[in-house]
Structure formats: structure tokens, C-alpha cells
């Protein structure tokens, strides 16, 4: 019985976890929108190193492109036009924390929400991401951004003008660091 019960929450714990890490990426389901990512790869041979598997949303489909296309990490719709430029991170595109996620524009960080509306302007030169229990991130203009040479998803910046920024965008320049 013990044994059974252990294995009951194994599986109960895997089901959970999967669902959580997959719905970072996920902003819509195919039902609320008709479409799917799932042939773009079939559809647009040599365009996408990956389709993330929860990629079905209502705006658009979660992708990583070859290195002949860019190899960005993006948002493209179901016809494989590039609807915004996510910013990478943990091998795939930022999680939508708090509603919001970064974007990239022109090199700078900006923030959209789960529709891809950009709702903070692309203007920062570092940023941090938001957390459900962190409703403020760091943020920096005229900063020069470290990457990790280990992984080089990893980043950290030095100098500049820094400061912390709520979820409307409004920030308190000079603020410490969270």
C-alpha cells in the first residue's frame, strides 16, 4: 500500500510539474483560438531549431529560430511571421510572470504582456524578470550587460543608471538592488 501511494504522488507531482513549466510559455489554448503550432516545423522545414510544446496561444507560437534564420527566440504567428522577439532565458523565451515578460527591440529589454502587447516600451539595456511574489524588477540604462561566458544565457550588469520598476513601469531611479 505504501509503495502505491508513494507512486501515486510521484506521478501526481510529474503531471503537476509538467503542467507548471509548460504554462510559463502558455497564453491561450487551441480551443479558446483555432490555431496550432504544431505543423509550423512541417510547414516551414529549416526555419525552427524548436517549437516550444505549449506553443498554442491565442496571439502566437513560441519558437526558437536556426541559426540561419537568426536563432532568436521569438513569437511568431501560425503562418511563421515573427510578431516580437522574446528575450531568452532558461533555453527558451522568458516567462510570462505577473503577467508580463521581456521582449527585444532594437538591443534594448522592454516588457509585454500575454496578448504580445508591448506594455513597457523597449528602452532598457538590462532588466530583470518579475515574480509572482516580486512585483519589482531591477532595471538599467546605459548599463553594460556581463553574460555568463559559461552558459551565455545568464547575464549581470555594471554601471550605468539603474533602478527598480513596478509592473506599471513606473521606477524609482537609485534604488539597491533586489
Do not use: H
Not at 60 to 77: I, L, P
Not at 128 to 138: I, N
Amino acid at each position: 500500500m505504501k509503495k502505491k501511494l508513494i507512486a501515486l504522488l510521484g506521478i501526481l507531482a510529474s503531471v503537476y510539474f509538467y503542467y507548471s513549466y509548460y504554462s510559463y510559455y502558455s497564453i491561450g489554448t487551441p480551443e479558446e483560438t483555432g490555431q496550432s503550432c504544431e505543423t509550423l516545423e512541417e510547414r516551414f522545414p529549416g526555419k525552427y531549431e524548436i517549437v516550444f510544446p505549449s506553443g498554442d496561444n491565442k496571439i502566437g507560437c513560441a519558437v526558437q529560430m536556426t541559426r540561419a534564420e537568426g536563432g532568436k527566440m521569438a513569437y511568431v504567428d501560425t503562418e511563421g511571421n515573427m510578431l516580437v522577439e522574446a528575450f531568452p532565458f532558461d533555453n527558451g523565451p522568458d516567462y510570462f510572470k505577473a503577467g508580463l515578460s521581456r521582449f527585444l527591440e532594437n538591443g534594448k529589454v522592454g516588457f509585454m504582456n500575454t496578448d504580445l502587447k508591448k506594455v513597457i516600451p523597449a528602452q532598457f539595456d538590462g532588466a530583470g524578470s518579475f515574480d509572482e511574489d516580486r512585483l519589482t524588477v531591477q532595471v538599467c540604462i546605459g548599463c553594460k550587460v556581463i553574460r555568463d561566458t559559461g552558459t551565455s544565457e545568464y547575464s549581470s550588469w555594471e554601471g550605468g543608471k539603474s533602478g527598480l520598476m513596478n509592473t506599471r513601469g513606473e521606477i524609482k531611479w537609485g534604488e539597491p538592488k533586489i
